[in-house]
C-alpha cells in the first residue's frame, strides 16, 4: 500500500506587491509547483475562474485563502477595482480553473491592464494542457503553434483552418468533446492526410492519446461523442516547390504593385526562389511587354 506523502513545508518569505499569474493542475492535483503553492498561501487574495474547482485545489493543500471570482463575466467591472488594489500594494494571485492563466483564459485582459498600469506581474510557471499534449503525441516539437480554439461553425472554422494550411509548425487546439468530430472532419479536408494525435484527460485516470493520419482520426468513433478536456494536434505539411507557373504568376502580380526589384525580393521570399533569378526573369518579362 503506498504511502500519502504530507504536503510540503510552505514558505514564509513574504511576497512582493503586484500580479501573480500562477499556473494550476489540469487534472492530477499533485502536478503544482512549490512555488505556486508559496504564492497561493501568501497572496492578499486569489482571483479565480470558477471559485469551487480553485476552492478544491486549496483544501487538497490545507491552504486558506480569500478567493474571489475573475471571470469574462465579470472582468470588465472587476478590472479597475483590481488595479485599484494593486496601486495599495496588494499580491494578488491569478488562477484558471486548469493550467496556465492567459492561455484561452480571460486573465490576459487583466494582466494587459495591469502591465500598463505599471504594476509588476510575475509568471509562476507549470502545467500547461498543450504543451503535456506535445510532448506526447509524437510530432515535431521544434516549432509549434497554439491556435486556441476554432470556430463553432462549419464555414468559419474551415476558414479558420485555411489560414493555418501553410504555416510549418505542428498546430494545437483545444476543442469542447462535442466539437471534436466535427473539428477532425474539417481538418481531415483542409489538411490532407497530414499526421495527427488527439489527446484527452491528460494527467487524469483516463488520459488516452491517440495518433494517426488526420483521415483515420476523423473516422474513428471514439471521437463521436468523447468525454473530457480534448487537446488536437496536427503536424506541419510538406513543404510545396514552387512551379515555373507559379513564379510567373506571382511576378506578374507583383510588378504590377512594385519596382522590378522588390517584387522580385517579395516573390522570392514568399515562394523561396531565388531573388536573382527572378529579377532576370522580371526583366525578361518586362522587355517582351
Known amino acids: 500500500m503506498s504511502r500519502q506523502l504530507p504536503p510540503p513545508a510552505l514558505s514564509d518569505a513574504p511576497l512582493a506587491p503586484g500580479l ?32 469551487r474547482v480553485s476552492g478544491k485545489l486549496l483544501a487538497a493543500y490545507a491552504i ?25 500594494g496588494e499580491r494578488i494571485a491569478l488562477v484558471s480553473d486548469a493550467g496556465t ?7 490576459s485582459r487583466l494582466a494587459q491592464a495591469a502591465i500598463a498600469a505599471g504594476h509588476a506581474v510575475f ?6 494542457a498543450a ?24 464555414a468559419a472554422r474551415k476558414t479558420f483552418f485555411e489560414e493555418l494550411a501553410n504555416t510549418r509548425a ?24 497530414r499526421p495527427g494525435a488527439v489527446a484527452r484527460e491528460l494527467t487524469k485516470l483516463y488520459e488516452t492519446c491517440v495518433r494517426g493520419p488526420l483521415d483515420v482520426l476523423a473516422a474513428d468513433p471514439r471521437f463521436e461523442a468523447p468525454k473530457g478536456e480534448i487537446v488536437i494536434l496536427v503536424g506541419p505539411g510538406e513543404d510545396k516547390v514552387a512551379s515555373a507557373d507559379d513564379a510567373e504568376a506571382a511576378l506578374r502580380e507583383a510588378m504590377t504593385r512594385l519596382p522590378l526589384g522588390e517584387a522580385a525580393a517579395e516573390v522570392a521570399k514568399a515562394l523561396g526562389l531565388s531573388r ?11 522587355e517582351a511587354g
Not at 465579470?74 to 494593486?86: C, F, G, N, Q, S
Open 64 to 88: 486558506s485563502k480569500k478567493l474571489q471570482r475573475y471571470d469574462e463575466h465579470v472582468a470588465d467591472r472587476e478590472t479597475p477595482r483590481i488595479l485599484e488594489r494593486l496601486e495599495a
Open 123 to 128: 509568471p509562476i510557471p507549470g502545467a500547461s
Open 276 to 286: 536573382k533569378d527572378l529579377y532576370r526573369q522580371a526583366l525578361a518579362m518586362k
Open 170 to 193: 505542428t498546430l494545437i487546439f483545444y476543442e469542447g468533446a462535442s466539437r471534436v468530430a466535427d473539428s477532425l472532419a474539417d481538418m481531415a479536408a483542409v489538411f490532407g492526410p
Open 20 to 51: 501573480y499569474l500562477v499556473a494550476t493542475p489540469i487534472g492530477n492535483l499533485r502536478d503544482i509547483t512549490l512555488r505556486a503553492l508559496d504564492v497561493l498561501n501568501g497572496c492578499d487574495v486569489l482571483l479565480a475562474e470558477d471559485t
Open 101 to 107: 492563466p492567459m492561455v484561452s483564459d480571460p486573465g
Open 131 to 154: 504543451l503535456a499534449a506535445l510532448t506526447l503525441a509524437g510530432l515535431p516539437t521544434d516549432r509549434f503553434l497554439f491556435a486556441g480554439f476554432p470556430p463553432t461553425k462549419t
